[in-house]
């Protein structure tokens, strides 16, 4: 009788103790083991997302497409010789969505030139992408980005905005028929397989 008394005494007197958590996983980094803040670091050759615009003269000053003679700005956001069909494929504003796939606000974009690496002196891992955005749009001499430039998928180019960050969402799930040629095989394949177990016993 005496132990299980002890055992519930036990539990009241840990369920009596005041309990203090942190998120230790979903803000990365932010806290240590003891629930400080830890103190923010700097990060070097953090490489900005391409902006994309709908006309190229919409680009800051410092990312207007400037190629060596004889060769051209093609939409893969690098000088080529020659704007392939290939190499227009590789635009990054499309974020590789491609027919119904892609809105048809994003269609006509394009990218700017890119954005040199930056460094962020106080850098905050649980806000990666606000503050990188902040220290890209510095860089290439944006003002006001919060009202200019928008995100991928959140806005398009049009009256104050000017462009947008190439941060592309996740891809859609494939929507499938059942009529696929893969699809088609494969239960082919499991149906004679069924069919031989079948047969077999």
């Known amino acids: 009788m005496a132990r299980p008394l002890l055992l519930w005494a036990a539990v009241a007197a840990l ?5 203090y958590g942190n998120q230790l996983w979903h803000d990365v980094n932010r806290y240590d083991a003891h629930g400080n803040e830890c ?3 700097e990060v070097r050759g953090i490489v ?5 615009v709908s006309d190229l003269a919409r680009c800051p ?3 207007q497409p400037s190629c060596p003679d004889g060769q051209s700005f093609c939409a893969d956001g ?3 010789t020659k704007c392939t069909d290939v190499i227009q494929a590789l635009n990054p504003c499309h974020c590789s969505r491609i027919g119904d796939q892609l809105p048809a606000a994003a269609r006509s974009l394009v990218p700017c030139m890119a954005i040199p690496n930056v460094t962020i002196q106080q850098f905050r891992p649980w806000d990666a992408n606000s503050d ?3 220290a ?3 860089k290439a001499g944006i003002v006001d980005q919060s009202k200019t430039v ?3 998928g959140s806005g398009w180019p049009g009256g104050d905005t000017t462009g947008v960050w190439a941060e592309c969402p996740a891809a859609p799930n494939p929507k499938f028929t059942f009529r696929e040629s893969y699809w088609v095989a494969t239960f082919a394949v499991n149906g004679a397989l069924a069919l031989i177990l079948g047969l077999w016993g």
């Open 150 to 152: 928008a995100i991928w």
């Open 78 to 80: 690098a000088c080529h």
């Open 61 to 63: 000053e410092s990312l």
């Open 136 to 138: 890209c749009g510095a």
């Open 39 to 41: 103190k923010l670091r």
């Open 15 to 19: 369920s009596a103790q005041s309990v």
């Open 132 to 134: 990188i955005r902040s």
């Open 48 to 52: 900005c997302k391409p902006l994309c």
